[in-house]
């Protein structure tokens, strides 16, 4: 007798949607690629990607696209869980980029080098003949996201036109490119930072330590938290002291602010989530404290 009182979460139908794209690109694309920062959106992205194959292991790489001025955390995190799961770890180096002369590294008091990372990726997908990247990018980041579509489609030289995407009716993605040509998925478009929280919590993922909050040493700057490293560039007049902190998000430390935080458990950092009203990046995020078309304009040069 077929039951007529089945039904699925919000989480189960979102998971349902990202394992069928992954799949599908998996099964379309020649060489796609998942890029993995070790922050928390890849963490759950990585998840997926298991769920996905197994119990075959997941069958394409992940990439770091490393800015060198990470968090050391973060780092180990991200070694340590690849070698759990038997993944080929590609790292794209952005001081490897300076140091060949294919960036210019950007000076003074806000100097970042996340927008370097733009031809690192760049090149690095040139080189391994990547044609399909996965990025953890959703929806409720900021506007211009949603202009993506899930199969986001780039040019030959990985540039981004809104005005230039295939429609997407249903679940139907449109993989077809050129040579040269390569698509960025997105497997949680339709998520939001809170779903991915309560994935975490759902799926008992482990997740690096800076995303609980902890006593830290740091700085205010521009209405942000610091961390006092020597990537940060502070100034005389930009005092230190000791805060209680965690981090909602995990990026380059020279611009990646932490928020006051007592949240030491995952429960806590939803009810913390549930309740804020400023979004991940307008509060953490230096460098993204832009206009939505300077925004667009990043990431029309290829930007993530």
Not at 29 to 37: A, G, K, W
Not at 186 to 197: A, C, I, Q, R
Not at 236 to 261: H, I, L, N, Q
Request: with cysteine; glycine share 4%; hydrophobic share 35%.
């Amino acid at each position: 007798m077929q039951r007529s009182d089945y039904l699925l979460s919000q989480l189960d139908v979102l998971e349902a949607e990202s394992i069928h794209i992954i799949r599908e690109v998996a099964a379309e694309f020649e060489r796609p690629v998942l890029l993995f920062s070790g922050g928390k959106d890849s963490i759950v992205m990585l998840r997926l990607a298991q769920k996905a194959f197994r119990p075959a292991p997941i069958p394409f790489p992940v990439m770091h696209v490393d800015t060198g001025h990470n968090f050391p955390e973060v780092i180990e995190f991200r070694d340590r869980r690849v070698a759990e799961l038997g993944v080929r770890l590609i790292i794209a180096s952005v001081q490897e980029s300076i140091d060949s002369g294919r960036v210019v590294e950007e000076t003074g008091k806000r100097a970042s080098r996340n927008r370097l990372q733009t031809t690192t990726l760049l090149d690095a997908i040139e080189e391994h003949r990547f044609d399909a990247a996965f990025g953890g990018a959703r929806r409720d980041e900021e506007k211009a996201r949603a202009k993506e579509r899930v199969v986001s489609f780039r040019d030959d030289f990985g540039q981004w036109d809104p005005k230039n995407q295939r429609p997407e009716l249903w679940n139907l993605y449109n993989t077809k490119i050129r040579q040269g040509e390569h698509v960025r998925v997105f497997p949680l478009s339709n998520w939001t930072e809170l779903d991915v929280w309560d994935y975490i919590r759902r799926e008992e993922l482990e997740i690096p330590s800076i995303y609980f909050a902890h006593t830290r040493t740091v700085f205010e700057r521009d209405g942000m938290l610091l961390d006092d490293n020597p990537y940060a560039h502070r100034d005389e007049d930009e005092p230190t002291f000791e805060a209680m902190v965690r981090y909602r998000t995990v990026g380059d430390a020279s611009c990646t602010g932490a928020v006051k935080s007592t949240a030491t458990t995952l429960d806590a950092v939803i009810e913390e989530i549930m309740a804020t009203r400023i979004t991940e990046r307008g509060q953490t995020r230096a460098d993204d404290r832009t206009s939505e078309a300077a925004m667009e304009d990043r990431k029309k040069e290829g930007y993530f």
